[in-house]
């Protein structure tokens, strides 16, 4: 489990989209917003192909660190 206290994001890989077809790509990176009442719930908030945070299922994703220059790019 990820201490999300720590960072105030990170980022995850989505390794299937099973349901969400056309909310997430399999393989995309995708920024997670740290939410503690979600991760009791095995979800992580996640901005999505729409642009906003939705909650899904944590099975979903592998968090990755990402090099700081990298983390900086992605964030635009």
Same mark, same amino acid.
């Given at each position: 489990? =990820?201490?999300?206290? %720590? ?8 390794? /299937? ?5 056309? +909310?997430? @790509?399999?393989?995309? =990176?995708?920024?997670? %917003? ?8 095995? /979800? ?5 192909? +729409?642009? @906003? ?24």
């Amino acid at each position: 489990m =990820i201490n999300t206290k %720590i960072k105030e994001h990170f980022f995850a890989v989505c390794i /299937q989209n099973d349901g969400f077809p056309a +909310s997430l @790509e399999k393989m995309k =990176i995708y920024e997670i %917003i740290p939410d503690e009442i979600a991760r009791k719930h095995n /979800q992580y908030r996640v901005v999505d192909e +729409s642009g @906003e945070d939705y909650l899904y299922p944590d099975e979903l994703f592998v968090v990755i660190d990402l090099p700081e220059a990298v983390e900086k790019a992605v964030q635009g």
